[in-house]
């Protein structure tokens, strides 16, 4: 059997970027070892960045009708919230939707534009050579093989696809376990988020969807546990007891399980034809709620780059630029999320300082820092150093109003919705050879006054919504500039 992208792991990464590949046109397969997704969801909520992204491609609505808005956040469980509506953003909100509703709307999605998954098959081996990678997988009916140009292990913190590529994965083992059960709660708390932290632990208790409740506890009073012993319900009843004053009426439990502060990160995204993304590249305390959304982040990064590099299109060094951003917006998680454990402290010292980081949240300057980093609005790639400096260069875009030629208002996300480059150009047409299949040449200009954009001619915009390069109209070489960043790009000849 034969394709051009093999994805291992149809989680919630997997799927992602299998949709990306096939809108780019790769043929992509995805092998998940599980029949059918799981039930109960580790993950909960989307934040900006992650809805921006599916905002960029159009398929924001199917998540939205599905979820609830939540405009705050959390950082370390302190009492402070973070608000997130500050930010520059349309989508200055998160999205509270459990891990496998969205998993089930990008398998839809994934499926819909054409990427074949194939469940119930797990992944034994995964070797490269000069030409290609060859993955050995295992069914009901025996074992065979399928050979790919490119791997991407996108199979969780345990990747086997990882380890077969010799990718080390240092870091540091859990030292501190929390447990969560969902479950009825017969008199619940009345706040949309609860949370608690103490002398006695820290509680967190969450509505979901279906009318249970996600209960997170994290206590002094437990030991530290391996992350597979079983909770039970008498646990979560007395810990809550002893941390709130009330059990909140608790029963009938649908999923109890345990997580850990365990961190480690691949050394390297890229070992040759095979990748990792997700988890398979990053793990870290669950605060804040970040993982999944970076692995979304990861795959929405990854996946125009590999498609054009399958395709012959890519110009030296991109898919290399994987690796890079996105090992550094991993190494920024695992340190906020390390911090936010280190915050975690039921000492008398601990508890004041969780009150005084606490009260400096309430400043807005703060709120905005740390909902940056929580929401991943604030993520930035590096400047392309060959190309004339600009502020706007590896900034992210929000989803801007743009006024055409002929007056009409449009969104710029909705050029982006095919995987394409955009070029926007505020000052001159675009000569017509530059709008192909790869590239939307748009002209148009802001709607809004935006400090950055006072000078810009021209603004080439990646398919992930980061400006590739923008050339400034006070310089008189503005269309040179354009002209040679079209090449480097690999968007001309
Ligand atoms: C308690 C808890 C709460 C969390 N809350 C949040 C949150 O609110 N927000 C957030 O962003 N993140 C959260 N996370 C993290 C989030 O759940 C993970 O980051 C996310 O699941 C990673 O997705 P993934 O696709 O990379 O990996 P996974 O979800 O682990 O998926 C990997 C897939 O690969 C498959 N697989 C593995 N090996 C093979 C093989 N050999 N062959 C074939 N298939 C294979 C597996 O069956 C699985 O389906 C939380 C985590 C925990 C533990």
Redesign the pocket.
């Known amino acids: 059997m034969k394709t051009e992208a093999v994805i291992?792991?149809?989680?919630?990464?997997?799927?992602m970027l299998a949709s990306e590949l096939a809108l780019a046109g790769v043929k992509t397969c995805v092998?998940?070892?599980?029949k059918e997704?799981?039930p109960y969801s580790?993950?909960?909520?989307?934040?900006p960045r992650t809805l921006e992204l599916l905002a960029m491609r159009g398929i924001l609505e199917r998540f939205l009708a599905e979820g609830t808005k939540l405009s705050a956040g959390h950082f370390s469980m302190l009492d402070a919230r973070l608000d997130f509506s500050v930010l520059d953003s349309k989508q200055n909100y998160s999205l509270l939707l459990p891990?496998a509703d969205t998993e089930r709307l990008l398998e839809e999605y994934a499926a819909g534009l054409g990427a074949e998954i194939v469940r119930g098959?797990?992944?034994?081996a995964v070797t490269q050579h000069e030409n290609g990678v060859q993955t050995v997988l295992q069914d009901g009916s025996g074992i065979r093989t399928i050979d790919s140009i490119y791997a991407v292990g996108?199979?969780?913190?345990?990747?086997?696809?990882r380890k077969q590529a010799g990718i080390a994965f240092p870091g540091t083992d859990a030292t501190m376990t929390?447990t969560?059960g969902d479950a009825a709660l017969k008199n619940p708390p009345e706040s949309a988020f609860f949370s608690v932290c103490g002398q006695q632990g820290a509680a967190v208790i969450v509505p979901l969807p279906d009318g249970l409740y996600r209960v997170?506890i994290v206590s002094p009073h437990l030991p530290q546990k391996r992350k597979d012993e079983p909770v039970t319900e008498n646990e979560l009843k007395k810990e809550l007891r002893r941390i709130c004053g009330t059990d909140f009426g608790l029963s009938d439990p649908v999923w109890m399980?345990r997580?850990g502060n365990a961190q480690r990160q691949a050394d390297r995204y890229r070992s040759g034809r095979i990748l990792v993304?997700?988890?398979?590249a990053h793990?870290h305390f669950?605060a804040g709620?970040?993982?999944?959304?970076?692995?979304l982040q990861d795959a929405v990064n990854l996946g125009w780059k590999l498609a054009s590099q399958i395709k012959d299109e890519a110009p030296p060094h991109l898919l290399d630029s994987y690796h890079e951003e996105r090992h550094r917006a991993g190494e920024d998680i695992l340190r906020n999320t390390e911090v936010q454990t280190r915050l975690i402290d039921f000492t008398d010292s601990g508890l004041a300082l969780r009150d005084t980081v606490s009260a400096l949240l309430a400043f807005p300057e703060s709120n905005r820092y740390i909902a940056g980093k929580i929401s991943a609005l604030d993520v930035h790639y590096e400047p392309d150093p060959d190309m004339p400096p600009h502020v706007l260069n590896g900034k992210r875009l929000p989803d801007m109003e743009l006024i055409l030629q002929d007056g009409r208002a449009v969104r710029l996300y909705d050029f982006l919705r095919k995987g394409a480059f955009v070029l926007l150009s505020l000052r001159e047409s675009i000569p017509a050879d530059f709008d192909t299949g790869r590239v939307a040449a748009v002209r148009a200009f802001l709607s809004e006054t935006r400090a950055d954009w006072q000078n810009v001619h021209t603004v080439l915009i990646r398919p992930d919504g980061h400006v590739a390069w923008a050339a400034d109209v006070l310089k008189t070489d503005a269309e040179e500039v354009v002209l040679a960043g079209m090449k480097r790009w690999g968007l001309k000849s």
């Open positions: 291992i792991g149809g989680g919630p990464v997997g799927l092998i998940e070892r599980l997704t799981v580790k993950a909960l909520v989307l934040h891990q098959t797990e992944v034994l996108a199979d969780g913190a345990g990747s086997i696809v929390g969560l997170i399980s997580f993304a997700g988890d398979a793990i669950p709620g970040q993982g999944l959304n970076a692995g």
